[in-house]
T-cell receptor, first 114, second 113 residues
Framework: DGGITQSPKYLFRKEGQNVTLSCEQNLNHDAMYWYRQDPGQGLRLIYYSQIVNDFQKGDIAEGYSVSREKKESFPLTVTSAQKNPTAFYLC?????????????FGSGTQLSVL | KNQVEQSPQSLIILEGKNCTLQCNYTVSPFSNLRWYKQDTGRGPVSLTI?????NTKSNGRYTATLDADTKQSSLHITASQLSDSASYIC????????????FGAGTTVTVRA
């Protein structure tokens, strides 16, 4: 998976609970991203970060939070405010957020609600 | 409305046969178009990338074409193998300052022996 590790592979959330998805990369990439994948839909951007200690909201950031304290780590927290969290979550990275840089994806985390 | 539409939604082919997947987009201005392959329960992996000036790009048995005038792309799989069973996602990058990516919903290909 291009040096990106996501954990856990499967995660279950109880109502009212916050859960955190881990994403670590050893590619020395500057940019990191979180996407949500739902059946029959294209990937949707939740948050992205171009440098350490900086991140930007994507198209569906409500109910999610992130941090970028280290270059190699970009954890995603799904808060209790996200009312429909069941989805497949993909973390990705790229050397820079420029025109032709391809994304390297992790293996994903399937989040389900108990 | 999604700016990237893929068809068909799914298809089943016999091993050894060819197939073609379609991608229509409305993203403008356009920077590049990339096809990804996503195995079930895994992350997508890049197959090809084409910029505005490129008409075709091959990667082994995968050949992508691009018609920037009609905003259409296709991915052709030749002599399919069981390992080609996956979802194929078309991704278009805009040429505006934020380099926004627009993802298609994917075409699920099932190759049967």
């Amino acid at each position: 998976d291009g040096g990106i590790t996501q954990s856990p592979k499967y995660l279950f959330r109880k109502e009212g609970q916050n859960v955190t998805l881990s994403c670590e990369q050893n590619l020395n990439h500057d940019a990191m991203y979180w996407y949500r994948q739902d059946p029959g839909q294209g990937l949707r951007l939740i948050y992205y970060s171009q440098i350490v200690n900086d991140f930007q909201k994507g198209d569906i950031a409500e109910g999610y939070s992130v941090s970028r304290e280290k270059k190699e780590s970009f954890p995603l927290t799904v808060t209790s405010a996200q009312k429909n969290p069941t989805a497949f979550y993909l973390c990705a990275s790229s050397p820079r957020q420029t025109t032709n840089e391809k994304l390297f994806f992790g293996s994903g985390t399937q989040l389900s609600v108990l | 409305k999604n700016q990237v539409e893929q068809s068909p939604q799914s298809l089943i082919i016999l091993e050894g046969k060819n197939c073609t997947l379609q991608c229509n987009y409305t993203v403008s201005p356009f920077s590049n178009l990339r096809w990804y392959k996503q195995d079930t329960g895994r992350g997508p992996v890049s197959l090809t990338i084409m910029t505005f000036s490129e008409n075709t790009k091959s990667n082994g048995r995968y050949t992508a074409t691009l018609d920037a005038d009609t905003k259409q792309s296709s991915l052709h799989i030749t002599a399919s193998q069981l390992s080609d069973s996956a979802s194929y996602i078309c991704v278009v990058r805009g040429a505006s300052n934020d380099y926004k990516l627009s993802f298609g919903a994917g075409t699920t290909v099932t190759v049967r022996a």
